[in-house]
């Protein structure tokens, strides 16, 4: 099986970097220019910001914030919370096209991410502990769950349109792979150049009905 992740992360940076582990109370705000991960092993807690509704968090989950959106956290009088933070950078400031494609904001449940339980218990486990490179240590990790969040997400669990959707695609991902090496495309012409290399790319079904479906996939307007 291709390695659909292998080309973006040789030409995109993806970095983590663990800022909070514990207990939390009261209110804080979030606006630096980068992502963050947020994983809240115990609630309460309402997650609020302009591109999304207030979100109150009871169970244990993951908040992906994977490019720069201004939000807060907030614990009600009495409430203690208790969460994992990390600064997250995908590239999206040089142009990933997958750091682009994802939604301003993810709330999943750590429950529907089983993949994932082994790294958490990993990070977990070597946040609470106070041992000479710690901060490596669960920096490292936080990568691996960003990579593994990403598999996760590319098998389908975000949509049906879209980069993910068709890097889900086995024959659409063979097209678009080396397509999306190309950073910052000039002009109309040259966006339709790299639509037709995709498509030359890719392997047609025999059914043209099939192929312009997976196309759409992609380019849900057509082109």
């Given at each position: 099986?291709?390695?659909?992740?292998a080309?973006?992360?040789?030409?995109?940076?993806?970095s983590?970097?663990?800022?909070h582990?514990?207990?939390?109370c009261?209110?804080?705000?979030y606006?630096?220019?980068h992502?963050?991960?947020?994983?809240?092993?115990?609630?309460?807690?309402?997650?609020?910001?302009?591109?999304?509704?207030?979100l109150?968090v009871t169970?244990?989950?993951l908040?992906f914030?994977?490019r720069?959106a201004?939000?807060r956290?907030?614990a009600?009088p009495?409430?203690?919370?208790?969460?994992?933070?990390?600064e997250?950078?995908?590239g999206?400031s040089?142009?990933?096209p997958l750091?682009?494609?994802?939604?301003?904001?993810l709330?999943?449940?750590?429950?529907?991410?089983?993949?994932l339980?082994?790294?958490?218990e990993l990070?977990?486990a070597?946040?609470?502990?106070?041992?000479?490179?710690?901060?490596a240590a669960?920096?490292?990790?936080?990568?691996?769950?960003?990579?593994?969040?990403?598999?996760?997400?590319m098998?389908g669990?975000?949509?049906?349109t879209?980069l993910?959707?068709?890097?889900a695609d086995?024959?659409?991902?063979?097209?678009?792979?080396p397509?999306?090496?190309?950073?910052?495309p000039r002009?109309?012409s040259?966006?339709?150049?790299?639509?037709?290399?995709c498509h030359?790319?890719?392997?047609?079904?025999?059914?043209?009905?099939?192929?312009?479906?997976?196309?759409?996939?992609?380019w849900?307007?057509?082109?």
């Amino acid at each position: 099986m291709a390695d659909r992740l292998a080309g973006l992360l040789r030409h995109y940076s993806l970095s983590a970097r663990v800022f909070h582990s514990g207990a939390f109370c009261g209110q804080h705000h979030y606006a630096a220019p980068h992502g963050y991960i947020h994983l809240v092993r115990r609630g309460p807690i309402t997650a609020r910001s302009p591109v999304h509704e207030d979100l109150l968090v009871t169970e244990p989950s993951l908040l992906f914030y994977p490019r720069v959106a201004s939000h807060r956290f907030v614990a009600a009088p009495g409430d203690t919370a208790e969460r994992l933070c990390a600064e997250v950078d995908l590239g999206a400031s040089t142009g990933n096209p997958l750091a682009m494609a994802l939604p301003s904001m993810l709330l999943i449940p750590l429950a529907d991410l089983p993949g994932l339980g082994p790294t958490l218990e990993l990070l977990f486990a070597e946040a609470e502990r106070d041992q000479c490179g710690r901060q490596a240590a669960i920096d490292r990790l936080c990568e691996l769950l960003l990579i593994q969040l990403l598999r996760y997400l590319m098998d389908g669990r975000l949509g049906a349109t879209g980069l993910l959707a068709g890097l889900a695609d086995p024959k659409l991902a063979r097209a678009i792979t080396p397509c999306t090496m190309r950073r910052r495309p000039r002009g109309r012409s040259r966006r339709w150049r790299r639509r037709r290399a995709c498509h030359a790319r890719a392997s047609p079904p025999r059914s043209r009905t099939r192929w312009a479906s997976r196309r759409a996939t992609i380019w849900p307007t057509g082109g």
